[in-house]
């Protein structure tokens, strides 16, 4: 086992007693930048996390303690738009449990299946906002359509970055250039996209239920 | 073990570009961040002096003032206006460009892959972007001085309803504002990635046997302030786009209803300003430790390398930093104790407060328990270390003053603010840098700093900060209010008077012995002696390569860690000191 090796390595020279554990990672490689990079996007949705966070208490400070808001009404569209954003995520889930078990061509079919998934959503949400703006409901009309606008925005444009490194993969993918080093590419994007996908369902409930 | 496979994370470039410009190199990228906190620091200096020349003489008639400014200081003497503005571009550029940049993306970006072991940060092409997103964010943050109406008057922490309500407000509250949000903005973008790039090359970047606990305190330090930074930066940004659209979109999220500015009502309705001071901070408090947290470090790396002593309480300090960093976003709301909140409130933010005195106390314990016994080398970096202990310690505890509401009510608009601040997170941060600058100068450059302009500027600077800010303390208890252009007018500050024109000499003098660093600097760049690879006798990673570091840091082998970043003085031992590389330098 090549761990066992590398610690056997280390033991050999004499060490103070109390030298503690040997947990540092190893240097260079593919496992070095693949489990750096699943840290990375880790690290990043904590911080989204941390910004929608600071929104959710911003909304809910403003809409108790005001006697201005009027609850938004949702455009029926973004029911729709759930569910395809949540088919997308399914999508990318079995393209990449096709590309573990070595099922190419099935892989390309389901992921470029969830990017287009992902762009109607955004094409969606863009409807959403059209429809607002024809009932005459605008970002400073009322402060719950003031926070509609600024989630919405805030996830879309998170959803934007997503689609991007989605299509890079897609084209890599029908370029039959995806071997296993690009694996970590799919992982880290799914992964960004299934949050992404949690966090709008989270927006929904916050809308549905404290609109 | 077999050879391992020698993996570089990218090429050496070799255009001027790729090597200097938009370099991948965090060995450069740090360096960059460097010289751009000296040049913010330079710049919010200089504003500085402005604003205490203005204070001491205020109806002084300058003529180059008037050619700079034709508006904001006709006739040569500048306007209240004007005097915000000064205040609030220093404000903003020190804390930002300075305090968060240097000690964290400066010393970090250097230090904190080769510390550690590694060949570069986990993600080079993000370090290069982050840098430059700060670059951008500075030009932004400078051409609010050049827009009309100059720069914004709402101080760094840019409180609404002066900060969203437009130009009607005051004259830089119209264009100057609104960059220096979106500035604000670009700079949490941009500290967020190298948030993301300092943790995830801390957890995962490690050298073989460099375990958490064996990792130098500098290190830990860099890594929770990530951590504070990344959560902080996200709050941050957050409240800068709610307040950027009640400026530019007719929002209400901080505006209340009613409000009259300038003879006109707004059409705002509803907002609360108590929400932004809670969404700021949230952040602001956290951001005190992000500027605190790495000079910790590097203090206690210098006290236990200068003592010749291992660092007394390892383990215990790493557990103070862990819960200084926790208990950080825990305490925001003693910046608001004046804003009405509830006394219960303010209590357990008091005490909650009060707690953070224990670690801060535990560190403080420590560095001395480090210095006691040892055989101490007074050079200039320690002198600086030392300076950093004193500086904590005289801030730190008029910090338990303004953590009472009772006191804080009194104090919270006065000098004692303003003294209290600059202590602990302006000047003691200060002096961190300072150190590192003299104990990694010939790391970095490959020569050494001359010591004896070194120590000259070390005792005038420790002089003259302590002449500048503790007056402070003074005026802020015989009611002195802050944010105030002139004093002139009130009857019961002519006494104080003579006291501000002291500490506005004491500025001067002060920042005229920068100029000492400033030529030590530059002048052993070019013509310093050569510095070997360690010359401080230090036992951490960065000493056991070439100063300069090669490109790959390690020169394509990857080091091996047997020891604790502090073996000084192991009985034992052949030398005094016991490098973290050194397989068998420990004979049992």
């Not at chain 2, 005026?475 to 104080?496: C, H, K, Q, V, W």
């Not at chain 2, 100029?515 to 530059?522: G, K």
């Not at chain 2, 300069?548 to 080091?559: A, L, Q, T, W």
Request: glycine share 10%; hydrophobic share 50%; charged share 10%.
């Amino acid at each position: 086992m090549p761990g066992s090796l590398a610690k056997d390595a280390v033991k050999g020279p004499p060490l103070p007693p109390d030298a503690g554990d040997f947990g540092g990672g190893g240097p260079g490689g593919r496992g070095t930048s693949r489990r750096a990079s699943l840290t990375g996007m880790v690290v990043l949705l904590a911080a989204i996390t941390m910004m929608f966070a600071a929104l959710t208490s911003a909304y809910v400070v403003r809409r108790g303690m005001s006697n201005d808001w009027n609850a938004l009404p949702l455009p029926h569209v973004l029911f729709a738009n759930t569910a395809v954003l949540v088919a997308s995520s399914a999508a990318l889930e079995l393209a990449r449990r096709r590309l573990k078990s070595g099922r190419r061509g099935e892989f390309n079919r389901y992921w470029t299946a969830g990017t287009v998934l992902g762009m109607l959503f955004l094409l969606g949400q863009a409807y959403a906002w059209h429809e607002l703006k024809e009932a005459g409901i605008f970002v400073a009309t009322n402060p719950s359509s003031s926070f509609f606008y600024v989630f919405t925005a805030a996830h879309g444009i998170h959803l934007l970055g997503g689609v991007v490194a989605l299509i890079w993969v897609s084209v890599q993918a029908l370029r039959l250039q995806l071997g296993p080093g690009k694996r970590t590419v799919v992982e880290v994007s799914a992964l960004y996209w299934h949050f992404l996908d949690g966090l709008w369902v989270y927006l929904m409930v916050l809308f549905l239920f404290w609109g | 073990m077999s050879s391992p496979e020698v993996h570089s994370a990218h090429h050496a470039p070799t255009s001027f570009i790729g090597k200097y410009v938009f370099s991948k190199d965090h060995k450069v990228i740090g360096i960059q961040y460097y010289f751009l906190a000296l040049f913010s620091v330079l710049l919010g200096m200089t504003l500085s002096l402005l604003m205490r020349f203005h204070m001491v003489h205020p109806d002084m008639k300058v003529g180059w003032f008037e050619k700079l400014w034709p508006t904001a200081a006709a006739g040569g003497i500048m306007t209240p206006e004007m005097y915000l503005s000064l205040m609030t571009m220093h404000g903003t550029i020190m804390v930002f460009f300075v305090l968060t940049t240097a000690p964290q993306s400066g010393f970090g970006n250097y230090f904190l892959p080769i510390q550690i072991g590694a060949e570069d940060m986990a993600f080079p092409t993000l370090n290069m972007l982050s840098f430059w997103t700060t670059f951008l964010a500075l030009v932004v943050m400078v051409a609010a001085f050049f827009v009309q109406g100059g720069a914004p008057l709402s101080g760094w922490t840019a409180y609404p309803p002066l900060s969203g309500v437009g130009r009607i407000s005051g004259p830089g509250e119209g264009m100057g504002q609104t960059l220096w949000i979106i500035s604000i903005a670009i700079f949490c973008g941009a500290s967020l990635m190298g948030a993301i790039n300092f943790i995830a090359t801390t957890l995962d970047l490690r050298a073989k046997g460099m375990s958490l606990m064996r990792m130098p305190l500098t290190c830990w330090t860099w890594f929770v302030t990530a951590i504070l930074g990344l959560f902080g930066f996200a709050v941050l940004l957050a409240a800068g786009i709610l307040l950027l659209l009640d400026r530019t979109a007719g929002t209400s999220f901080f505006i209340p209803a009613g409000l009259v500015v300038s003879d006109q009502i707004l059409n705002h309705k509803g907002g609360s300003p108590l929400l932004w001071q809670h969404l700021f901070w949230f952040f602001g408090h956290p951001e005190v430790y992000i500027a605190i947290l790495p000079g910790m470090g590097v203090t206690s790396q210098l006290l236990s390398t200068f003592s010749r002593k291992p660092i007394f309480g390892y383990r215990a300090m790493i557990y103070a930093i862990l819960a200084i960093g926790f208990l950080g976003f825990l305490v925001w709301g003693h910046h608001m104790f004046m804003s009405g909140m509830s006394p219960y409130s303010a209590f357990a933010f008091s005490v909650l407060t009060m707690t953070i005195g224990v670690p801060s106390a535990i560190k403080t314990f420590n560095w001395i328990g480090t210095l006691w016994g040892g055989k101490i080398r007074f050079t200039t970096a320690m002198m600086f270390a030392l300076g950093f202990v004193s500086l904590f310690v005289t801030g730190g505890l008029s910090g338990i003053f303004l953590g009472q509401p009772s006191l804080d009510l009194y104090f919270h608009d006065t000098y004692f603010v303003v003294g209290h601040f600059h202590m602990i997170m302006g000047v003691a941060a200060i002096f961190g840098m300072f150190a590192g600058t003299y104990y990694w100068f010939p790391k970095m450059f490959g020569r050494m700093m001359n010591e004896t302009i070194g120590k000259i500027h070390f005792y005038l600077t420790f002089l003259g900060v302590y002449a500048i800010f503790t007056p402070m303390h003074f005026l802020g208890i015989a009611g002195n209010p802050r944010r105030y252009a002139d004093f002139t007018n009130f009857e019961f500050m002519n006494s104080l008077m003579p006291v501000h024109t002291f500490m506005t000499h004491a500025a001067y003098f002060t920042a005229a012995v920068q100029l000492l660093f400033l030529f030590n600097l530059f002048w052993s760049l070019k013509k310093g002696a050569k510095a070997t690879d360690n010359p401080w006798e230090s036992t951490t990673l960065e000493w056991t390569i070439p100063s300069p570091p090669p490109f790959d840091n390690f020169g394509g082998h990857h080091p091996v860690v047997y020891h604790g970043a502090y073996e000084y003085s192991v009985p034992g031992a052949a030398k005094d000191y016991v490098m973290q590389t050194d397989p068998a330098a420990v004979s049992h």
